[in-house]
């Protein structure tokens, strides 16, 4: 997120530089255009931010061993923003924590019960300028 707030600070001190140095209608029209558009991304993501909804899928039951990642799924009206989130896994007997993310496998080279729990979901708008 900050890697794009940057590069929209450039393009914004792009646009300004440009208007400062050609002085007409058309650059006018690129500043205001890049100074409203995070706004106007925020505009159209605010539906699809509000209603997003965050499942975690796993089964209920795991073999010592086995190879499960970890999934969440998007449940939501029309284009889906960007997210993220990590994941908590904690192990209550021996009381291992472990942080991952989507896709990554769980830690299930030793038997016991897992906890498992999504913190600090955040849902961006569509330019991931604002969260």
Known sequence: MAGRRICYILALAGCVGFYIAYQKWFAW???LTVLFLPWFSLLLSLRAM???KLRLTLPDRITQGADINIRLDLHGTG???PFGCRIRVSKPCTGENWILRPGDAL???HCGGLSVRVEKAKVYD???LSA
């Open 29 to 31: 029209i690129v500043l």
């Open 50 to 52: 509000f209603c997003l």
């Open 79 to 81: 284009v889906r923003p």
């Open 107 to 109: 830690p299930t080279e």
């Open 126 to 128: 569509f330019l991931g």
